[in-house]
């Protein structure tokens, strides 16, 4: 895992990845590494600035939910990379919203509020 790094340029034989040049910001220069291939991992820390004084979050800033995307306030649900749910990928974040729209109309339609 490398931290701190921009990435520069990706590097492949026309079939598969073969290396990766990156400025690393803290020592200030560009290194160079081979490899077979790449995992991009953008920042983790969650835009959630907007709910801190309305809803319980964590130490790193994620919304607090139960496994139906319920808050610590009734009525407001989330979901995706912004909550604690685990594994922050696209296809985790995708199924959660889907999961958790599907509880709101559930919480509403039964009146089995949270």
Known sequence: VV???????IEGDGKKVT???YFDRKCE???TLSLDGVFVQIGLLPNSGFAK????LTKFGEIVVDAK???S???IYAAGDVTTTPF????IAMG???KVALAAFEDRMYAGAH
């Open 3 to 9: 931290t701190h790094a921009r990435t520069a340029k």
């Open 19 to 21: 290396g990766l040049t």
């Open 29 to 31: 220069k560009e290194i």
């Open 53 to 56: 004084e309305t809803l319980e």
């Open 69 to 71: 995307g319920h808050t």
């Open 73 to 75: 306030v009734p009525g």
């Open 88 to 91: 922050k990928q696209i296809i």
């Open 96 to 98: 959660e919203g889907a």
